[in-house]
T-cell receptor, first 114, second 111 residues
């Protein structure tokens, strides 16, 4: 069974630009969560989507947004990029998003803002 | 505010040694605690713990949860160089899709 697929693997963007990252969850999983991982802050929760609805949101500015499609694939968007947005962005897929069945992570998108 | 603290932050051991990693937490409405291993990019799932005192085992790895003292331990016996990684502890609070992660423990196993 295919795992969680994130695209692209690497991105280099310039300050002020915007970027869109994609995450395809495991087939049958309807919950997709997004995380930002940096050396200084570790893994921090961005938001979670279930059945095309955002159910939860972390403490990130409004420049970070996301959406989920009817096939459970999710995208996250970062507008007006800042140098501090350079990070590994991970998504995790889950059956229901309650933690009862665990979370499976994708390999991430490495974003570098220059 | 929910908090997960892992210790030590890093350690170096020789092949064959036993390693004990600690994870303490303070979180409202605890649901479960998860351990992950992160080598390059994707954290890979190791254990999910929901009940106190029940040890989970997978090969040379084992883990246990103490919900009264609010901590968990991950043990790795007979370490191998392939065990070198960052080990992440995450707590699942009563909050949709959110994992509260600790900073991780960097384990280096030398030949």
């Amino acid at each position: 069974k295919a795992g969680v697929t994130q695209t692209p693997r690497y991105l280099i963007k310039t300050r002020g630009q915007q970027v869109t990252l994609s995450c395809s969850p495991i087939s049958g999983h309807r919950s997709v969560s997004w995380y930002q991982q940096t050396p200084g802050q570790g893994l921090q929760f961005l938001f979670e989507y279930f059945s095309e609805t955002q159910r939860n949101k972390g403490n990130f500015p409004g420049r970070f947004s996301g959406r989920q499609f009817s096939n459970s694939r999710s995208e996250m968007n970062v507008s007006t990029l800042e140098l501090g947005d350079s990070a590994l962005y991970l998504c995790a897929s889950s059956l229901g998003g309650t933690g009862a069945y665990g979370y499976t992570f994708g390999s991430g998108t490495r974003l570098t803002v220059v | 505010e929910d908090k997960v603290v892992q210790s030590p932050l890093s350690l170096v051991v020789h092949e064959g040694d036993t390693v004990t990693l600690n994870c303490s937490y303070e979180v409202t409405n605890f649901r479960s605690l998860l351990w992950y291993k992160q080598e390059k990019k994707a954290p890979t799932f190791l254990f999910m713990l929901t009940s106190s005192g029940i040890e989970k085992k997978s090969g040379r790895l084992s883990s246990i949860l103490d919900k009264k003292e609010l901590f968990s331990i991950l043990n790795i016996t007979a370490t191998q160089t392939g065990d070198s990684a960052v080990y992440l502890c995450a707590v699942v609070p009563d909050s949709w899709g959110k994992l509260q992660f600790g900073a991780g423990t960097q384990v280096v196993v030398t030949p």
